[in-house]
C-alpha cells in the first residue's frame, strides 16, 4: 500500500451561529494515499468545502489533527495547490501575472517564474493569452488559469471545488479528459468536489460520501472501472449499478 499524503485524525469542527455551536465535523477519521484521484459528493451544505478549508488551515479544527505529507502544521495553504468554488482569478491581472501568483508568493526568482509560467501556460493550451485578462477568455479557459495557478504551487496534492460546474455539458468532457491526462502524467494526488456523479465515477480512484450532520465517518465507493477510462465505461452493469446506490445515499440525505 502506498503512502498516506493526506490523514484527518479525530477531526472535529463547529462554527457558530448567533449564539450556538454547530458541530460539523464529529471525531472525522480518513486518509487519502499518494497518487489517488479521490472525489466527494454530499448535498448542498454537507461540509465537502469545508474540508478543503480545513486541509488548507483556512479553518481550524476545534480538536484532532490535520497530516500532510506526515507533518502537522497549523499552515497548510503552502502544502497543498487549492482551486476555490469560486473562480478567483484577479480581473485586473493579466493572465500572465494571475498565473505567476503562488511562485510570487513562495519567493522564486522573475526569471525562473517566468520560465515556469511561459511553459506552464503552453501545456494547458493557453499560450498567446498572456496579456489577455480573464474576461477575455472562455469559462473553460479561466478554469484551466485557476487550474494552472494550483499546479505551480508546486504541491503534491491539489484541491479541486467544483472546477467543472459552471462549463456547458462538452465543455465539461474535454475538460475531464484533459484533467486525467494531467493527472496521470503530474502523479499528484487530488482531492475534486463535484455535485455530479457521473463526473465522480469517470474520474476517480474512490469517492467519499458526505451523509449525515454531524458528519462522524465519510461513506467510501471504490470506483469498479479500470484506466484508460472510457466514456461506454460508465454504461458497464457494475457502474450503473454504484450510480443507483450514491444517488440513494445523496436522496437520504436531503430527506433527513
Ligand atoms: N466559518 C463558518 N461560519 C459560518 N458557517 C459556516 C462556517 N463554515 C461552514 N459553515 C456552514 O457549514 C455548512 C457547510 O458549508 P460548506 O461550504 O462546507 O458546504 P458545501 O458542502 O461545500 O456546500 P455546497 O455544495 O453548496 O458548496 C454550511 O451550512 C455553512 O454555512
Ligand atoms: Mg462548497
Known amino acids: ?11 472535529s469542527f463547529q462554527y457558530q451561529e ?21 472525489s466527494i459528493i454530499g448535498a448542498s451544505g454537507s461540509g465537502k468545502s469545508t474540508l478543503f478549508r480545513l486541509i488548507t488551515g ?29 473562480d478567483l482569478l484577479m480581473p485586473w491581472r493579466t493572465i500572465y501575472e494571475n498565473a505567476v501568483l503562488p511562485l510570487e508568493i513562495k519567493g522564486v526568482s522573475k526569471q525562473d517564474a517566468h520560465q515556469q509560467v511561459v511553459k506552464g501556460l503552453k501545456e494547458f493550451g493557453l499560450s498567446g493569452y498572456e ?4 474576461s477575455d477568455l472562455s469559462g473553460g479557459m479561466k478554469q484551466r488559469v485557476s487550474f494552472l495557478r494550483a499546479v505551480l504551487s508546486g504541491s503534491n496534492i491539489l484541491l479541486l471545488d467544483e472546477p467543472f460546474s459552471a462549463l456547458d455539458a462538452m ?21 475534486f468536489i463535484t455535485h455530479d456523479v457521473n463526473e465522480a465515477l469517470f ?3 474512490r469517492i467519499f460520501i458526505l451523509t449525515e450532520r454531524p458528519v462522524k465517518q465519510l461513506k ?37
Not at 1 to 9: H, Q, T
Not at 19 to 30: A, C, M, R, T, V
Open 203 to 205: 474520474l476517480s480512484d
Open 131 to 134: 496579456q489577455n485578462y480573464p
Open 171 to 191: 465543455t465539461k468532457l474535454s475538460m475531464q479528459e484533459w484533467l486525467l491526462a494531467q493527472w496521470e502524467k503530474r502523479g499528484q494526488t487530488i482531492l
Open 58 to 86: 483556512l479553518e481550524q479544527p476545534v480538536s484532532g489533527s490535520i497530516h500532510i505529507n506526515g507533518e502537522q502544521r497549523p499552515n497548510r495553504l503552502g502544502s497543498v495547490g487549492y482551486m476555490p468554488q469560486q
Open 1 to 11: 500500500m502506498s503512502k498516506a499524503v493526506l490523514e484527518f485524525k479525530d477531526v
Open 18 to 38: 448567533t449564539d450556538k455551536s454547530i458541530d460539523l465535523l464529529d471525531s472525522l477519521h480518513f486518509r487519502v494515499f499518494d497518487g489517488e484521484f479521490i
Open 220 to 256: 467510501e465507493a471504490v470506483v469498479p472501472m479500470n484506466r484508460p477510462r472510457t466514456l461506454s465505461g460508465l454504461h458497464a452493469p457494475e457502474v450503473t449499478k454504484m450510480k443507483e446506490q450514491l444517488i440513494e445515499q445523496l436522496r437520504e440525505r436531503i430527506s433527513l
